[in-house]
């Protein structure tokens, strides 16, 4: 594995309050750079002062959105530690991500390696509050200075951090949902299945009108007959209904959640059915209708469980679990929270301490 080149910032910054962290406004001391070029593959991977980049404006990223991306945390355990919640796991979606754009496969182990290298280097960052973590954001850019429509001859993968507060302040608030019936955020076929930009670009027209109408996200239909259920904003969907877990299949649209598979293992060696398939909006609301909708709830590693208190379709309305979180999405918050801050035990080896 090629050394990772390490240039420490002169002067270090001073950490934000720890009572007033907002979500990705204010970042850390370095950042990892690696780059590549065609006939050289992967090279320089090294730690860096953070500070702005430096691209023409012919760069590629601009103009055709080649580009991918990951999101994880890294967590302070009550000793003190820092531990990061299936690493590889991200590091391999982001791989697949690439594939699907044409982007060069990174070395894995050295991807992971420049990760955990970085999140040690900025320890000082991880807050310790309840609920507080340090986001990660790994992503790859094409860096080519060329309008042509080609991949790129040459990329940068970059990792930045910031640390983020606590994602509920006062329990687990559901949310309302609105079934979004016009844009689509995928299609099978195309990008649904990467962490690309281009989806989020395509979703947030969807998001900032749910937003207007008093509602926080979307429930996402898929492209092609508007019928089945894909995500809800930018997570991913498990109902509990009539006893039974369902979730979407992934089906080449819907994005293969880390937090998505936790729950799925979870659930199933707590002895539920869990089914993933299709699942028509139809069929959602005849179950909440007739009261087997017990509940919904999102999955991601932002919030990791946030749960659905109203769904909204055309003119129908349904209230889950009387607005209130359920019983399953608290056990299952619990149990993903305590694994992640290293408060429970991990028979999974899902948690890795630095
Ligand atoms: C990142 C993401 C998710 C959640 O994935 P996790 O690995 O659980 O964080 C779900 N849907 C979309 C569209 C995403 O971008």
Known sequence: MEQIQINKAAALKPL????KLVFGKVFTDHMFLMNYDAGKGWHSPRIEPYAALSLEPSCMVF?????VFEGMK???????????????DNVQRLNQSCERLCIPQLPEDLALEGIKTLVRMEERWVPSAEGTSLYVRPFVIATDASLGV????????????CPVGAYYKEGLQPVKIYVEDEDVRAVRGGTGFTKCGGNYAASIRAGERAEEKGFSQVLWLDGVERKYIEEVGAMNVLFKIDGKVVTPKLNGSILPGITRRSCLDLLRDWGYVVEERLVTAQELF???EAGKLEEAWGSGTAAVISPIGVLAWEDRRVTINGGRIGDLSQKLYDTLTGIQWGREADPYGWSVKL
């Open 16 to 19: 934000p309050d720890p009572a």
């Open 63 to 67: 103009h055709y959105a080649q580009e």
């Open 74 to 88: 890294a967590y302070r355990d009550p000793e003190g530690g820092v531990r990061l919640f299936r690493p590889m």
């Open 150 to 161: 080609h991949a790129s001859h040459s990329y940068l993968f970059c990792v930045i951090c």
């Open 286 to 288: 005849e179950a909440a």
